[in-house]
C-alpha cells in the first residue's frame, strides 16, 4: 500500500514540476512579445536614444526571444530569478515575501472555510429542520463571489467599526475569501452527508444499533469525506483567483498586488517570477489535496 | 427555480430597455451634484394620497457635500416624456433614483449602461467558450486517441490555473489603450480563451459515452469523417452545455469586473459594473456613499439569480464544483 501511494505521490510531483515550468516560461513569453516594454518610462521621462538602448541591453531586451528565454532558464536552474526593473530588487526577495502573505491568507480563508463550513454541513445534512435555516443564508453567500464579499465587509467594516481595516489586518480579507467557500462547502457536505445516510450499509449500521451521533459524525461523515475532497482543487483555485481584487482592495501585499505591478510596468523576470511562485503554491494545494484523496480512497491510486 | 428565472429575466430586460429606462444620459455630469444621495419618491403628503412626486435637492453645504430636500417644491414624475419612461421636468434638476458619483453622474443610470457593457461581454465570452469548448470536447471524444489525450492535457493545464491571473495576464500582455468597442470584442474573446476547458471536460466526457453506442459506430463504418461523426454526437451535450452556460455567467461577469476594477478592463469614463466599482472602493468613502456599491449588489443579484436557476436543474454537486472555478 505505501508503495503504490509512493509512486503516485512522485509521479505527481514530477508533473507538478513541469507545470512550474511551462507556466512561468509561458508568462515570460506573453509578456516579452507583448507590445511596449520596461524601457516606456524612459522614454517618457526623455531619455537619450543611447540610454534607452543601454537599457535594454542591459534588460537583455535586445537579444533574440528564444536566447532570451534560454537565459533566464539558466538562471531558473541555479535559482536566480533575475533582477525586477521596476523594484530594482532580486526577483527571488520580493517573490518570497509576497507568496508568503498570499499563502498566509489563503491558508488561513481555508482553514475558517473548513472550520466553518464542515461541521456546519454535517449539521444541516443530518438535520432537515436545521437546514431550513441555514440553507438560504448559504445559498447567498454563495453568490457572493469575493469581490462582491470583500466590498460587502469593507462597507460594514467602515459602517460599524467591529473589524478593522488597517492594511495587514487579517479580518475583512481572510473572511472575504472564507465565506463563500465556507457555504459552498456546507452546500456540498450537506448533500455528501445525505447522501451517505441513506446508503445501504448505513442503514444496517443504524439497524444494528449504532448510536445517532456515531453514525452520523463517524460513519456518515467518513463517507462523505470523498465528494468534498474532490472539489479541493477547484476551492485552491478559487481561492487563488479571488486573492487578485481581494488583495487589491484591502491592500494586501501578496502576490497578486505584485502580478499587477509587474504586469503594468513590463517587468519581464517579475511576471515569470510570480506565475513561477504562483504555479507552485497551486502545485503544491493540488498535490496535498491529491494525496489526501489517495490516503482516503485506495482506487484513486491506481491512477484514475 | 421561477424566482432565479424571474430575477435574470428582470435584469436583462434592465440592461436591454437602458436607454429608455435611463432617466438622465450615462455620462452627463450634473454642477452640484456630486455624491448626491438618492431621492425617495414620494406617494402622499400632507393633503394625503398624490401622484408620484420627489423634492428637489438643494446643495447645503459644498465642502461637507450635504444636500437638503427643497420640501417647498415638490416637482411630479413625467412619464414617457423625452424618450424616458420616467423623468423630471427640467427645472426640477435631475432625478436621481441611486445617488449621485464623484463627478455628479446618475448612478441608476450609469448602473443600467453598465449592465449593457458588463452583460453583453459576458454573454458574448460564454458564447465563444461553449462554441471552442464543443469543438475541441467534440473533437477529443469522437476521435480519441492521441488527439484527445493531448487536447484533454491542454484543457487540464488552463483548468488548474486561477482564472483572474489567467485573464490578467492575457489582458495585461495586450495593448493597454483601445476604445470601447476593441476592448469589449477583445475581453470576450479572452473570457472565451480562459472558459473554455470547462465546456470541452464535459463535452468530451459526453462525446465519449456516446460513440461507443450503435449509432455512432455504424456512422463510422459507413464511413463517416470525425467531424460528420462530431456532428451527429455532439447533440447529446445538449444538457450539459444549457447548464455549463448558467455556470460561466457568474464566472465571467466577476472575470469583467475584476478586470475592470483593475484598470484593464472599459476605458474609465464609460460605465461598466467593474469600471463603477474602480470608482466605488474608496474605503474613505464607502460610509459617506455606500450608494456608489451599487453594481456590487447588481453582480450579488445575478449571480443569485443563477445559483437559484441552477440550483433544481443540475445535481448539487455539478452546481459547487461550478461555483469553485468562479472569478
Same mark, same amino acid.
Request: charged share 15%; net charge positive; glycine share 10%.
Given at each position: 500500500?505505501?508503495?503504490?501511494?509512493?509512486?503516485?505521490?512522485?509521479?505527481?510531483?514530477?508533473?507538478?514540476?513541469?507545470?512550474?515550468?511551462?507556466?512561468?516560461?509561458?508568462?515570460?513569453?506573453?509578456?516579452?512579445?507583448?507590445?511596449?516594454?520596461?524601457?516606456?518610462?524612459?522614454?517618457?521621462?526623455?531619455?537619450?536614444?543611447?540610454?534607452?538602448?543601454?537599457?535594454?541591453?542591459?534588460?537583455?531586451?535586445?537579444?533574440?526571444?528564444?536566447?532570451?528565454?534560454?537565459?533566464?532558464a539558466t538562471g531558473l536552474v541555479t535559482l536566480d530569478l533575475g533582477q525586477s526593473s521596476v523594484f530594482g530588487r532580486p526577483v527571488s526577495d520580493l517573490v518570497r515575501e509576497r507568496a508568503g502573505a498570499t499563502a498566509r491568507l489563503a491558508a488561513l480563508a481555508l482553514l475558517v472555510a473548513v472550520? *466553518?463550513?464542515?461541521?456546519?454541513?454535517?449539521?444541516?445534512?443530518?438535520?432537515?429542520?436545521?437546514?431550513?435555516?441555514?440553507?438560504?443564508?448559504?445559498?447567498?453567500?454563495?453568490?457572493?463571489?469575493? *469581490?462582491?464579499?470583500?466590498?460587502?465587509?469593507?462597507?460594514?467594516?467602515?459602517?460599524?467599526?467591529?473589524?478593522? *481595516?488597517?492594511?495587514?489586518?487579517?479580518?475583512?480579507?481572510?473572511?472575504?475569501?472564507?465565506?463563500?467557500?465556507?457555504?459552498?462547502?456546507?452546500?456540498?457536505?450537506?448533500?455528501?452527508?445525505?447522501?451517505?445516510?441513506?446508503?445501504?450499509?448505513?442503514?444496517?449500521?443504524?439497524?444494528?444499533?449504532?448510536?445517532?451521533?456515531?453514525?452520523?459524525?463517524? /460513519?456518515?461523515?467518513?463517507?462523505?469525506?470523498?465528494?468534498?475532497?474532490?472539489?479541493?482543487?477547484?476551492?485552491?483555485?478559487?481561492?487563488?483567483?479571488?486573492?487578485?481584487?481581494?488583495?487589491?482592495?484591502?491592500?494586501?501585499?501578496?502576490?497578486?498586488?505584485?502580478?499587477?505591478?509587474?504586469?503594468?510596468?513590463?517587468?519581464?523576470?517579475?511576471?515569470?517570477?510570480?506565475?513561477?511562485?504562483?504555479?507552485?503554491?497551486?502545485?503544491?494545494?493540488?498535490?496535498? +489535496?491529491?494525496?489526501?484523496?489517495?490516503?482516503?480512497?485506495?482506487?484513486?491510486?491506481?491512477?484514475? | 427555480?421561477?424566482?432565479?428565472?424571474?430575477?435574470?429575466?428582470?435584469?436583462?430586460?434592465?440592461?436591454?430597455?437602458?436607454?429608455?429606462?435611463?432617466?438622465?444620459?450615462?455620462?452627463?455630469?450634473?454642477?452640484?451634484?456630486?455624491?448626491?444621495?438618492?431621492?425617495?419618491?414620494?406617494?402622499?403628503?400632507?393633503?394625503?394620497?398624490?401622484?408620484?412626486?420627489?423634492?428637489?435637492?438643494?446643495?447645503?453645504?459644498?465642502?461637507?457635500?450635504?444636500?437638503?430636500?427643497?420640501?417647498?417644491?415638490?416637482?411630479?414624475?413625467?412619464?414617457?416624456?423625452?424618450?424616458?419612461?420616467?423623468?423630471?421636468?427640467?427645472?426640477?434638476?435631475?432625478?436621481?433614483l441611486m445617488g449621485a458619483d464623484a463627478l455628479g453622474r446618475d448612478v441608476f443610470s450609469r448602473l443600467l449602461y453598465g449592465a449593457r457593457l458588463s452583460l453583453g461581454v459576458t454573454a458574448l465570452g460564454v458564447l465563444g467558450a461553449l462554441v471552442l469548448g464543443a469543438l475541441v470536447g467534440g473533437?477529443?471524444?469522437?476521435?480519441?486517441?492521441?488527439?484527445?489525450?493531448?487536447?484533454?492535457? *491542454?484543457?487540464?493545464?488552463?483548468?488548474?490555473?486561477?482564472?483572474?491571473?489567467?485573464?490578467?495576464?492575457?489582458?495585461?500582455?495586450?495593448?493597454?489603450?483601445?476604445?470601447?468597442?476593441?476592448?469589449?470584442?477583445?475581453?470576450?474573446?479572452?473570457?472565451?480563451?480562459?472558459?473554455?476547458?470547462? +465546456?470541452?471536460?464535459?463535452?468530451?466526457?459526453?462525446?465519449?459515452?456516446?460513440?461507443?453506442?450503435?449509432?455512432?459506430?455504424?456512422?463510422?463504418?459507413?464511413?463517416?469523417?470525425?467531424?460528420?461523426?462530431?456532428? /451527429?454526437?455532439?447533440?447529446?451535450?445538449?444538457?450539459?452545455?444549457?447548464?455549463?452556460?448558467?455556470?460561466?455567467?457568474?464566472?465571467?461577469?466577476?472575470?469583467?469586473?475584476?478586470?475592470?476594477?483593475?484598470?484593464?478592463?472599459?476605458?474609465?469614463?464609460?460605465?461598466?459594473?467593474?469600471?463603477?466599482?474602480?470608482?466605488?472602493?474608496?474605503?474613505?468613502?464607502?460610509?459617506?456613499?455606500?450608494?456608489?456599491?451599487?453594481?456590487?449588489?447588481?453582480?450579488?443579484?445575478?449571480?443569485?439569480?443563477?445559483?437559484?436557476?441552477?440550483?433544481?436543474?443540475?445535481?448539487?454537486?455539478?452546481?459547487?464544483?461550478?461555483?469553485?472555478?468562479?472569478?
Amino acid at each position: 500500500m505505501t508503495r503504490d501511494l509512493a509512486a503516485f505521490v512522485g509521479g505527481r510531483l514530477a508533473a507538478a514540476a513541469l507545470f512550474v515550468v511551462v507556466v512561468s516560461a509561458g508568462a515570460f513569453v506573453l509578456v516579452r512579445l507583448a507590445p511596449g516594454d520596461a524601457t516606456a518610462e524612459l522614454f517618457l521621462s526623455r531619455a537619450s536614444p543611447a540610454e534607452i538602448a543601454d537599457a535594454r541591453s542591459r534588460l537583455g531586451l535586445d537579444r533574440p526571444l528564444l536566447v532570451h528565454l534560454r537565459d533566464w532558464a539558466t538562471g531558473l536552474v541555479t535559482l536566480d530569478l533575475g533582477q525586477s526593473s521596476v523594484f530594482g530588487r532580486p526577483v527571488s526577495d520580493l517573490v518570497r515575501e509576497r507568496a508568503g502573505a498570499t499563502a498566509r491568507l489563503a491558508a488561513l480563508a481555508l482553514l475558517v472555510a473548513v472550520a *466553518i463550513g464542515l461541521p456546519l454541513g454535517v449539521l444541516t445534512g443530518s438535520r432537515p429542520r436545521f437546514a431550513a435555516f441555514v440553507a438560504p443564508v448559504s445559498v447567498a453567500l454563495v453568490a457572493c463571489p469575493p *469581490i462582491v464579499a470583500v466590498l460587502a465587509l469593507l462597507l460594514m467594516a467602515v459602517a460599524t467599526g467591529w473589524m478593522s *481595516i488597517a492594511p495587514g489586518s487579517y479580518a475583512v480579507p481572510t473572511l472575504a475569501l472564507a465565506l463563500p467557500v465556507a457555504a459552498m462547502l456546507e452546500r456540498l457536505q450537506s448533500q455528501a452527508l445525505a447522501d451517505a445516510l441513506s446508503s445501504p450499509d448505513l442503514i444496517a449500521a443504524a439497524a444494528r444499533g449504532v448510536p445517532p451521533a456515531r453514525l452520523v459524525w463517524v /460513519h456518515a461523515a467518513r463517507q462523505s469525506l470523498l465528494p468534498v475532497l474532490g472539489i479541493a482543487g477547484a476551492v485552491i483555485g478559487s481561492l487563488f483567483s479571488g486573492s487578485l481584487a481581494v488583495e487589491m482592495m484591502t491592500s494586501w501585499p501578496g502576490l497578486g498586488r505584485l502580478m499587477f505591478d509587474a504586469l503594468t510596468g513590463r517587468d519581464l523576470f517579475l511576471v515569470a517570477g510570480c506565475a513561477l511562485v504562483g504555479a507552485m503554491l497551486i502545485a503544491v494545494g493540488n498535490l496535498a +489535496a491529491d494525496i489526501a484523496r489517495a490516503v482516503v480512497d485506495p482506487r484513486v491510486r491506481g491512477g484514475a | 427555480m421561477a424566482a432565479g428565472a424571474a430575477l435574470l429575466a428582470g435584469i436583462a430586460g434592465l440592461a436591454l430597455f437602458a436607454p429608455v429606462l435611463a432617466p438622465n444620459p450615462p455620462d452627463k455630469q450634473f454642477a452640484d451634484r456630486a455624491y448626491a444621495p438618492p431621492m425617495r419618491i414620494h406617494m402622499r403628503d400632507a393633503s394625503g394620497l398624490r401622484m408620484p412626486f420627489v423634492y428637489p435637492q438643494m446643495l447645503q453645504d459644498r465642502l461637507a457635500r450635504e444636500y437638503r430636500d427643497d420640501t417647498t417644491a415638490p416637482r411630479a414624475l413625467t412619464w414617457f416624456s423625452g424618450g424616458s419612461v420616467m423623468s423630471l421636468p427640467d427645472a426640477g434638476g435631475p432625478l436621481l433614483l441611486m445617488g449621485a458619483d464623484a463627478l455628479g453622474r446618475d448612478v441608476f443610470s450609469r448602473l443600467l449602461y453598465g449592465a449593457r457593457l458588463s452583460l453583453g461581454v459576458t454573454a458574448l465570452g460564454v458564447l465563444g467558450a461553449l462554441v471552442l469548448g464543443a469543438l475541441v470536447g467534440g473533437l477529443a471524444g469522437s476521435v480519441g486517441g492521441g488527439t484527445e489525450t493531448v487536447l484533454m492535457l *491542454i484543457a487540464d493545464f488552463l483548468l488548474v490555473l486561477p482564472g483572474a491571473y489567467l485573464v490578467l495576464v492575457l489582458r495585461g500582455a495586450l495593448p493597454a489603450v483601445l476604445s470601447t468597442s476593441e476592448v469589449f470584442l477583445l475581453m470576450a474573446g479572452l473570457f472565451a480563451v480562459a472558459a473554455w476547458p470547462h +465546456a470541452a471536460r464535459g463535452v468530451r466526457a459526453v462525446v465519449a459515452t456516446e460513440r461507443r453506442r450503435d449509432y455512432a459506430v455504424a456512422a463510422r463504418a459507413a464511413g463517416a469523417s470525425p467531424f460528420r461523426l462530431a456532428r /451527429h454526437l455532439l447533440p447529446a451535450a445538449r444538457g450539459f452545455l444549457s447548464v455549463e452556460v448558467l455556470l460561466l455567467i457568474p464566472a465571467l461577469l466577476v472575470a469583467e469586473a475584476t478586470v475592470s476594477y483593475l484598470g484593464l478592463g472599459f476605458p474609465v469614463p464609460k460605465a461598466s459594473w467593474g469600471t463603477m466599482l474602480q470608482e466605488a472602493a474608496n474605503v474613505r468613502m464607502m460610509a459617506e456613499a455606500p450608494w456608489l456599491l451599487a453594481p456590487a449588489a447588481a453582480l450579488f443579484l445575478v449571480v443569485l439569480g443563477v445559483q437559484l436557476l441552477v440550483w433544481t436543474r443540475a445535481p448539487a454537486t455539478e452546481l459547487l464544483i461550478g461555483r469553485g472555478r468562479i472569478s
